[in-house]
């Protein structure tokens, strides 16, 4: 039988076709006038993308990349700082600021939850420089609060800065960052703007670019103040990616094509997007009796599962792949053989939810023959969704802040097992 | 919400990535060592694919230009002709003929259906200089029995060219041209072989060489005897449609390896893909209470089914358009906006099927609001199909000729609404 490649990974995410076609275009020296106008046209539809006011700027990096760029640029050995932590990403900012000699301060949550705002409130002092977070947390799918954090912030009179990972949550819920007060936001190219990896880029506030003169850190790819310096000639600062950047360009503009020309309205109708894929397969989860990893707070950017009793995970990840040539992925770290992971950020419609709820049923019944599992269960409750699904009733849940979802990340009904 | 276009047309079909890339990499003179390699291999592959020893010439033109060489070499005006038609292709045969000067007969069947083998075996003259048929009627999703009408040529002692539309056949049908005894057997590009219109390709036999050299209707781009010529030097005779041919051997390359490096097993994985999509998508339609078009005879390549009463068909395409940007197509002539087509020649897999079963039954469902129809029996339907399919089984059914349709078509069980 013929099988398809299909990534269903959280990034890298599907390719947008309009988005290779740049690329393999991409044929440009990047010190020329024609470069600087590509140049200064992306990092102008980041800004709108981002939605903020402030400088965005673009790394040829991962988006590890530009999480040590934040590092860097923001501190000086021996500054205090607080990670706030529910999984792998979590963990990398901790890793981050002691490679730069920081005195990490952590809050964590136990995997698949979000951490506790009393316990982030405790843990702010007075000292500290800023506080490191994600949006959501790839590696467990959860949904992290992220104006509640900068509420806290302000209400402590505390003058850290805010820095967000939001590589996966660009895209797959909603951001103010100047509304709301957040210093740096981060995203990457692999998520839900729709090309491969290999770039990241940055929205940084006044406040960080202030916090980076007396930062003493050492920087040198990743120096922000000398990328910014360029970008306002229309240049990067060393070679970049420009098939990359070309790419980008393209996906921005499909994105804003999709909010009818309006990049506000495509990110917010890219955030729709996923909230509806990602509630399609939620409540096909839960039809199939399988338990979410993170049932509370979870992001639409992805959905955690956690295997049923016995079965290694790696199991449907594997019968995926060779079966459908359909690719998920497994736990990270102490939650591999434990979950497994399907992505809705960027390029999936409708049809590829259905058709991998479709092949994940085929495996759970006729491969794995689960006792009380059903052809059509997981599919039906999906088709359900879709056809009925309210995004003002689904924004009107509670969020972990105490207000309506649709405040702070227009999130959607979490779907129980 | 995101929608990527899918093609579930018969013709053109999706393209094979793997192809796409050939074609843009095809910047080649066509009167160069390196386009005559191109070119040899590609006949070369093509001979395999067809499974025959005779000589397979490629012409830069649809299908039709095909049909018309067929026709333009093999006969003289006032020779008399037997056409077999049951849909616009036949018909495309009758209008051949009579543009060509050919007294033409016609054995009709009904749209939907086959024809009489008792009434084609009355129509065959003595005088008859060919037969001219579809293998698969695209316009009804009918496929028609070649080797039944090969044998009654055989057993008639006529001297009656065969010459076989194979267009949509190729690929999901079996075929056994030169056991059989096809004089002409005509394939083209954008069907089962998975890349764009443009192409088309025929094999011929010695029969059919010799008869060429007696006929007296006017050619000159289609003037086969010039082609073989070239072909025999590694050429086309006229500029050919270079990037195409590129990626017809990129195609071919990829169908091979779904053989295990053998174009014969992947000619028949390919018809084996087909069936398997076409009875998922047959054991779907009776599952929503829709009828097929072409209950008795039903082609792999694509499944006719009747709309609802008083529901025009082009509802159907005009929403999984519009909604899903999932692209069927409507019946053509009188059939239209009496039935509605689904493909599966070439580049489709599980997860496209189901995934257009799901939207189908949004459409019926939530658009429609058809009475009787629930969300999953017809996903269900069809993942049962998957899951328990015996194609073994399914081969024993009998055919039109009598036979099992394993002896003549490989063809599979047709689900009756």
Redesign the interface.
């Known amino acids: 039988?013929?099988?398809?490649t299909?990534l269903f990974t959280p990034g890298p995410t599907p390719l947008l076709p309009a988005a290779q076609f740049a690329m393999?275009a991409a044929d440009i020296h990047h010190r020329t006038a024609e470069f600087r106008a590509l140049y200064q046209r992306v990092l102008d539809q980041l800004k709108l993308f981002v939605g903020t006011k402030n400088d965005v700027l673009l790394l040829s990096s991962s988006g590890t990349g530009a999480m040590e760029a934040a590092v860097s640029n923001l501190t000086s050995p021996g500054d205090r700082v607080l990670v706030l932590s529910a999984g792998k990403f979590g963990e990398r900012w901790t890793a981050l600021g002691k490679a730069f000699g920081c005195e990490v301060d952590v809050v964590s949550a136990p995997y698949g939850h979000t951490f506790s705002l009393e316990e982030v409130r405790k843990a702010l002092k007075i000292e500290t420089r800023a506080i490191f977070m994600q949006a959501t947390e790839t590696s467990t799918g959860v949904r992290h609060c992220v104006p509640a954090i900068a509420d806290l912030i302000k209400s402590a009179n505390s003058n850290a800065l805010l820095v967000v990972d939001a590589i996966t949550g660009l895209g797959t819920t909603h951001f103010d960052m100047d509304g709301w007060g957040v210093d740096v936001l981060i995203g990457g190219s692999q998520k839900a703007v729709m090309i491969p990896p290999g770039l990241a880029y940055l929205a940084v506030s006044d406040k960080a670019w202030e916090a980076m003169e007396i930062s003493l850190n050492p920087r040198y790819y990743f120096d922000l103040r000398k990328e910014r310096k360029n970008a306002h000639k229309g240049e990067s600062a060393y070679t970049p990616a420009v098939a990359l950047i070309a790419g980008l360009g393209a996906a921005l503009d499909y994105i804003a094509q999709?909010g009818g020309g309006d990049l506000a309205a495509g990110r917010a109708?890219?955030v729709?997007?996923a909230e509806?894929c990602a509630e399609m397969t939620r409540a096909a989860i839960a039809a199939m009796g399988l338990k979410l990893y993170a049932p509370d707070a979870p992001a639409a950017a992805v959905t955690a599962v956690l295997s049923p009793e016995g079965i290694d995970s790696g199991v449907f990840v594997k019968e995926l792949k060779s079966r459908?040539?359909?690719v998920i992925t497994n736990g990270q770290g102490e939650m591999k053989g434990k979950i497994f992971r399907i992505a809705h950020l960027g390029?999936?419609?409708?049809?590829?939810t259905?058709?991998?709820i479709?092949?994940l049923?085929?495996i759970a019944?006729?491969v794995l023959k689960l006792p009380g599992f059903?052809?059509?269960?997981a599919?039906?409750a999906a088709?359900?969704v879709?056809?009925q699904r309210d995004p003002q009733a689904a924004a009107k849940r509670e969020c972990q802040c105490g207000r309506e979802v649709s405040h702070c990340a227009r999130k959607t009904a979490a779907v129980t097992a």
């Not at 039988?1 to 398809?4: A, D, F, S, V």
């Open positions: 039988m013929i099988r398809k299909r393999a999709q109708a890219l729709e997007n509806t459908f040539a359909a390029f999936f419609d409708y049809m590829d259905i058709s991998l479709g092949a049923e085929h019944v006729s059903q052809f059509g269960q599919l039906t088709q359900k879709f056809a």
